[in-house]
């Protein structure tokens, strides 16, 4: 177990809704990433928040959005659902934003957009 | 931009045999990683090269990170079903601890 946890583990929505994911770091760990995995792929990176800032983006258009709170946990806020946003999405905790660091891994909020 | 790609795809072994994947990236790492995913899992750490040429053991998991620092490998020796699972290599881009991840490597062993 990672420590790291994420809720809801699996959620249907329609296109044009917005969802929100939430993940609980590992204790001690500052600073989230949120990637999302498509069927068959390897993980895309989304967004990473250290200290309740974001710190860093990927290919991700802005209705891609987050936080992060003062005990570190993390939302991901997804607005206008598209059918190609159905996909695995996993938070990483870390302990180092600048230096290399395993990645804690949650079990991941499996989403699928009808 | 940079990219991570990893061959092969798909990989179906008989326990008892040897197994590799292969990584390269398009750009120069300054460390890689590799994680294993379980089917229906999340990603779990395996572990971190980042030295250049630098070889690491596990068990029976072989880790190298090449000389130039673009590519890595992983070797299985005598593979056992617990060995099952996808294998990712993910590299860094503009600052540590954000990953660029391959398409991974997908390990089938029959028993």
């Known amino acids: 177990e990672t420590g790291v946890t994420q809720s809801p583990t699996h959620l249907i929505k329609t296109r044009g809704q917005q969802v929100t994911l939430r993940c609980s770091s590992q204790?001690?760990?500052?600073?989230v990433s949120w990637y999302q995995q498509a069927l068959g792929q390897g993980p895309q990176f989304i967004f990473q928040?250290?200290?309740?800032?974001?710190?860093g983006r990927g290919n991700f258009p802005p209705r891609f959005s987050g936080l992060q709170f003062p005990n570190y946990s993390s939302e991901l806020n997804v607005n206008a659902l598209e059918l190609d946003d159905s996909a695995l999405y996993l938070c990483?905790?870390?302990?180092?934003?600048?230096?290399?660091?395993?990645?804690?891994f949650g079990e991941g909020s499996r989403l699928t957009v009808l | 931009g940079q990219q991570v790609m990893q061959i092969p795809q798909y990989q179906h072994v008989q326990e008892g045999e040897d197994f590799t994947t292969y990584c390269n990236s398009s750009?120069?790492?300054?460390?890689i990683q590799w994680y294993k995913q379980r089917p229906g899992g999340h990603p779990v750490f395996l572990i971190q090269?980042?030295?250049?040429?630098e070889v690491k053991k596990q068990k029976r998991l072989t880790f190298q990170f090449g000389e130039a620092k673009k590519n890595s490998s992983l070797h299985i020796t005598a593979t056992q079903t617990t060995d099952v699972g996808t294998y990712f290599c993910?590299?860094?881009?503009?600052?540590?601890?954000?990953?660029?991840f391959g398409s991974g490597t997908k390990l089938n062993v029959k028993p």
């Open positions: 990483a905790s870390s302990s180092k934003r600048d230096q290399p660091g395993e990645l804690f």
């Open positions: 204790s001690g760990h500052n600073t």
């Open positions: 928040y250290y200290r309740e800032e974001e710190n």
């Open positions: 750009t120069t790492l300054s460390n």
């Open positions: 090269l980042v030295k250049s040429g």
């Open positions: 993910a590299g860094p881009f503009s600052n540590f601890n954000k990953f660029y």
